[in-house]
């Protein structure tokens, strides 16, 4: 584990947020929820499951290859490689479906189309 990592970690390992949640969920708005499937940094199911039981029907759980930023693996893995996208294609950062799961999501809540 890097020295950045284990930072990380020990900034974070207990952290909490039900609290916060559960007073959110009293407004009863819908909620997006993108859950990368190579996340690092939290347990995505468990954070899914939290989200359904606070959230129930207002939280829509989208799952995408992206770690926790959301961007691709392949880019998060390699600096060069994250760098040159970036430069070159920088909508290429962030994995397939999150730029669309999130349009859909703000097209269904506003109406839009």
């Known amino acids: 584990m890097t020295r950045e990592r284990w930072g990380f970690v020990q900034r ?5 947020a039900t609290s916060d949640l559960t007073r959110a969920a009293t407004h009863h708005m819908p909620w997006l929820l993108l ?17 359904r039981g606070i959230f129930g029907r207002d939280v829509e759980v989208t799952w995408v290859d992206a770690v926790h930023s959301m961007a691709r693996p392949m880019v998060d893995d390699s600096e060069f490689i994250g760098f040159v996208t970036g430069v070159f294609w920088p909508r290429a950062l962030l994995a397939h479906g999150v730029i669309d799961s999130y349009r859909g999501f703000l097209d269904q809540v506003t109406g839009s189309h």
């Open 12 to 16: 974070n390992f207990r952290a909490d």
């Open 35 to 51: 859950a990368g499937e190579h996340d690092r940094n939290v347990d995505v199911h468990e954070t899914a499951e939290v989200y």
